[in-house]
């Protein structure tokens, strides 16, 4: 248990830091780079919690593609950060002010109220089933009970793509394209000239 | 040992299937054919639509659940499915014309369209918090992109990414106020949440801040004051058929779902939601009366009129009780006829082949377009809600329903509102009849235009004639939705 909870603080220490450094870095590719650390924590967190399945998810998806499409895009950008930060000190008086007040706001409406269920409502998650694995857990009900959200899921996606193609998607002309009918119907003399060489003259 | 389970049973979505399905089928005739193809699509979308409608009218309608309780088709879902479809047909097809003139025919935009129109009627149908979201953003997601169809227009870009930057923000809410419901109640099921919430005794605190950021997410959707700030800019740079497409389709669903969302699952908690729908419907209608006598573009005009007019349907919900779902059913019923007639207007307003946007250039048309003028003239003075024009009528529900709710302030401030809103429309009118004509606009009006103005122009005008089979279809779609 000691173990147990003592990782779970490492770790949730770790992402909360990373977290940080992910809006501080002056570097932004150092930002992104803090994000994926702050990924591979959570993960951590999540095999702690016993959902290895959403851990191995967000190594997969969140470092192995999201993350690192962010590092592509901040390095091809080349936008300057710095420049973008310069009102941060201006503005930053205001900021927290208004920060600070929210804070106080949500204490006092929050502050006197402990989050049970009232009567009557349903219980909250069903405890994990015996010997089914969290994989074919979720896969059970995401085919099953949540089929139609999984289809609109789907829809989604596609619109999604279909947008990404819309808005982007120039036809440039003069691109040389390959064009594999052309290659293999050319023939000999089409491609191959034969000259005649005097000797001791060149072309 | 696999457990077996019976498919769900389909038959209630299939108007639903049929959009999906043709959307892809019609994705793949657009990508193999090229854009040559888009006024095909186009045809065929239209087709799909009037089918699912068909099949929408047909279908099952007393309160059929099916997909385990998170999709639900009852009389209320009919009435605002058919109507989706009417306002997305129709908004396709005025299309076709600024398609051509401006270079946009991309096989894309009726397929998005397609997809739009099924989010809608998605969200119409939703019986589950998890449900509602993917209705909305599928809808929201696809009308992004169409607002920035127009790519190589600066405008047209600012809105789309304006709209996308700030419709996140409102999911984002949107979905922390389902957290906080489902982290409450322990239920996404709208059955389930009025179960749990009609027992009465004390509500806790933190589903009512869960309820406040729902409404706030859904307002943004709606476009109601405070959540408003991107309606004008993203009226005015969307492409103008988008516009129109805007002001009718999504604004019907999203009313549609904040009349679900409000009396089914909430419908328990009347007197905690009452009082932020009283204020956001006020501040709706003000605002909108007052900030369009600035306006000289049209397009934002219409913006700020179809944020007053949210006002006035939101003050049937406001009302809680089944006259004024009425009301606000009815209200949404007249202002898709209007809106689709302006904007078939607003979309003939074309000089030397370039759509023109400023209310001066409608200046004279009652000499160079008589008819024309004569259906903007309806439209107006039904918007502005002058007797015995339709807009009359829807208004007059909604404030009855007030009235009978013991809403007397907002029953008031909402008639002096409409006298303010009163001023813009009468405006314009003015300006087509006897200000001095500025040059013609270019002819001839495509023929479908013409069938859809003249068809919207004889709805508004002789509405009072025959309103019986609309408030009769409002009233079944009120009361399948109040229990």
Redesign the interface.
Not at chain 1, 117 to 125: D, K, Q
Not at chain 1, 144 to 149: G, M
């Given at each position: 248990m000691i173990v147990q909870t003592l990782t779970f603080c490492l770790l949730a220490a770790v992402t909360l830091a990373s977290g940080v450094m992910v809006i501080s870095a002056r570097n932004p590719v150092h930002s992104v780079l803090f994000l994926i650390l702050a990924f591979f924590n959570s993960a951590g967190l999540f095999v702690l919690m016993g959902a290895e399945f959403l851990a191995m998810i967000m190594v997969i998806v969140y470092v192995g593609a999201v993350a690192v499409l962010f590092l592509f895009v901040v390095m091809m950008l080349d936008i300057n950060f710095v420049e973008l930060r310069q009102g941060f000190l201006q503005y930053l008086p205001i900021g927290g002010l208004v920060g600070l007040i929210m804070l106080v706001e949500l204490l006092l409406?929050?502050g006197g109220?402990a989050?049970r269920?009232?009567?009557?409502?349903?219980?909250?998650?069903e405890p994990a089933v015996a010997g089914v694995s969290n994989t074919e857990a979720l896969g059970?009900l995401l085919y099953?009970?949540?089929?139609?959200?999984f289809?609109?899921?789907g829809?989604?996606l596609?619109?999604?793509m279909?947008?990404a193609?819309?808005?982007t998607l120039r036809t440039r002309a003069g691109v040389r394209k390959q064009s594999i009918s052309r290659q293999v119907s050319r023939r000999r003399d089409e491609a191959v000239e034969v000259k005649e060489v005097a000797p001791g003259s060149g072309i | 040992m696999p457990t077996v389970h019976a498919v769900p049973d389909l038959a209630p979505a299939l108007p639903e299937v049929i959009l999906a399905v043709v959307a892809m089928a019609l994705l793949m005739l657009g990508v193999f054919r090229g854009d040559g193809s888009t006024r095909t699509v186009s045809w065929l979308a239209v087709a799909a639509m009037a089918v699912a409608g068909f099949f929408v009218i047909t279908g099952p309608s007393d309160g059929v659940v099916t997909f385990s309780g998170m999709f639900v088709v009852d009389r209320f879902a009919v009435f605002m499915k058919v109507l989706v479809l009417i306002g997305s047909a129709l908004a396709l097809v005025m299309s076709f014309g600024y398609l051509r003139d401006e270079g946009m025919e991309r096989f894309e935009f009726p397929v998005l369209l397609v997809l739009a129109t099924l989010g809608m009627l998605m969200m119409v149908s939703a019986n589950d918090l998890m449900a509602l979201y993917l209705g909305l953003e599928l809808q929201s997601l696809a009308l992004y992109v169409v607002a920035a169809f127009k790519r190589e227009s600066l405008r047209s870009t600012e809105a789309g990414l304006k709209y996308f930057v700030l419709g996140a923000l409102s999911s984002g809410m949107l979905l922390y106020g389902c957290s906080l419901i489902y982290g409450i109640t322990g239920a996404t099921d709208f059955a389930a949440l009025s179960a749990a919430l009609s027992g009465g005794g004390e509500v806790p605190i933190g589903l009512v801040i869960g309820l406040v950021f729902l409404v706030s997410g859904l307002a943004f959707k709606v476009s109601a004051v405070p959540f408003h700030m991107w309606t004008p800019d993203v009226y005015e740079g969307a492409p103008t058929p988008v516009t129109a497409f805007f002001a009718v389709a999504p604004k019907i669903a999203a009313v549609a779902l904040f009349l679900r969302v409000m009396m089914s699952p909430f419908g328990g908690l009347v007197s905690q939601w009452q009082q932020i729908i009283v204020v956001v419907s006020i501040a709706s209608m003000v605002l909108g009366a007052f900030a369009a006598i600035r306006q000289d573009n049209i397009k934002r005009l219409m913006a700020y009129s179809s944020i007053g007019h949210v006002g006035y349907a939101l003050v049937g919900l406001a009302a809680g009780t089944a006259e004024g779902m009425r009301g606000t059913i009815l209200y949404m019923t007249i202002y898709l006829v209007m809106n689709v007639g302006t904007f078939a207007v607003i979309l003939n307003m074309k000089r030397a082949g370039a759509m023109v946007e400023g209310i001066h250039d409608l200046a004279g048309l009652a000499r160079s377009r008589p008819l024309m003028a004569l259906a903007m003239g309806i439209f107006m003075f039904s918007l502005a809600g002058i007797p015995p024009l339709a807009g009359f009528f829807a208004k007059l529900y909604v404030f009855l329903a007030a009235v009978n709710a013991e809403l007397y302030a907002l029953a008031v401030i909402g008639v002096l509102a409409s006298v303010v809103g009163a001023f813009y429309y009468l405006r314009i009118i003015r300006i087509m009849y006897f200000d001095a004509p500025s040059e013609v606009f270019d002819a001839p009006v495509a023929s479908e235009m013409r069938v859809i103005l003249a068809a919207a122009a004889v709805f508004t005008l002789f509405f009072f004639a025959y309103p019986a089979p609309f408030l009769a279809g409002a009233e079944a779609a009120a009361l399948a939705l109040v229990r």
């Open positions: 409406v929050l109220w989050i269920p009232p009567a009557g409502v349903v219980a909250a998650a059970s099953t009970r949540y089929v139609y959200l289809q609109a899921a829809m989604v596609l619109v999604a279909i947008g193609i819309v808005l | -």
